[in-house]
């Protein structure tokens, strides 16, 4: 007998090997296929977390914390709305953002741009507050986001009271705005039918000299007209009295 010969494995083990390839590939073909399930937006940094990444270069860290937000919609096999997400936790993010680089545009304009766009009036709503609310702390540069939180307020939401109140905010409070953002809510009146307001802010403007370009001072000229004609033909018209009858002698 040659020793190289070799030892044929007993049949049972054959089978056994054969019993499990089977069990194996009945298994395989019988399981779902793997879905990707979404992850919830976690709470952004806060307390003693943010503390700390101020202590750090706050560039960065503000970026990072933006770039995560960005791409959170974006999960591996998955694609999250913007309906679904938590929109305090969005703002919380945002705001944590902002604290770390206070002179950043990005935070706000995510909030204005993508946040605000979605079909839903009540986060809309919050994310116009949440623009609002962050206006305050650094008017000078942030009056442009709550000018399009305004005419948000007005063409989408028709929220014409709201769009009143951002644009009395920013004609109160930049007035390094260019004249177009300080005159909103002369027009946003104009819009409520609340023309005599309107043309006393419009004509007190003129009046200030405070328009010194022709071309612009010509265009509220007009404006202020068609106020005026506008606030006469709603002005009410009051009721003629008979003649009262002469008295008999």
Same mark, same amino acid.
């Given at each position: 007998m040659r020793a190289s010969?070799?030892?044929?494995?007993? *049949?049972? !083990?054959? &089978?056994?090997?054969?019993? $499990?390839? %089977? /069990?194996?590939?009945? =298994?395989?073909?019988?399981?779902?296929?793997?879905?990707? *399930?979404? !992850?919830? &937006?976690?709470?952004?940094? $806060?307390? %003693? /977390?943010?503390?700390? =990444?101020?202590t750090f270069d706050r560039l960065p860290a503000a970026h990072m914390m933006v770039l995560?937000?960005?791409?959170?919609d974006n999960q591996p096999g998955v694609s999250i709305p913007y309906l679904d997400l938590n929109y305090e936790w969005v703002a919380q993010w945002l705001a944590g953002a902002l604290r770390l680089d206070p002179k950043?545009?990005?935070?706000?304009?995510?909030?204005?741009?993508?946040?605000?766009?979605?079909?839903?009036?009540?986060?809309?709503?919050?994310?116009?507050?949440?623009?609002?609310?962050?206006?305050?702390?650094?008017?000078?540069r942030r009056w442009r986001w709550l000018a399009?939180?305004?005419?948000?307020?007005?063409?989408?939401l028709h929220d014409l009271p709201l769009a009143l109140k951002f644009a009395r905010a920013i004609a109160a409070h930049s007035p390094n705005a260019p004249s177009w953002a300080r005159q909103m809510h002369i027009?946003?009146?104009a819009d409520m039918g609340e023309y005599e307001a309107a043309r006393i802010l419009l004509g007190g403007l003129l009046a200030s000299g405070a328009i010194t370009d022709r071309h612009e001072q010509i265009l509220l000229q007009e404006r202020l007209q068609e106020l005026e004609a506008a606030e006469k033909s709603s002005a009410p018209t009051r009721p003629r009295r008979d003649r009262a009858p002469e008295a008999k002698h």
């Open positions: 010969a070799r030892r044929k494995a007993p *049949r049972w !083990v054959v &089978l056994l090997a054969v019993c $499990a390839a %089977a /069990l194996q590939i009945v =298994l395989s073909s019988t399981r779902p296929p793997p879905t990707a *399930r979404a !992850v919830e &937006l976690p709470p952004a940094p $806060a307390g %003693a /977390l943010l503390d700390l =990444l101020q995560y937000l960005q791409a959170f950043g545009q990005y935070p706000l304009l995510m909030a204005s741009q993508l946040y605000a766009q979605v079909p839903d009036p009540r986060r809309q709503r919050f994310m116009l507050e949440f623009v609002y609310e962050q206006y305050f702390k650094d008017p000078a399009q939180a305004a005419i948000m307020a007005k063409h989408r027009f946003v009146l």
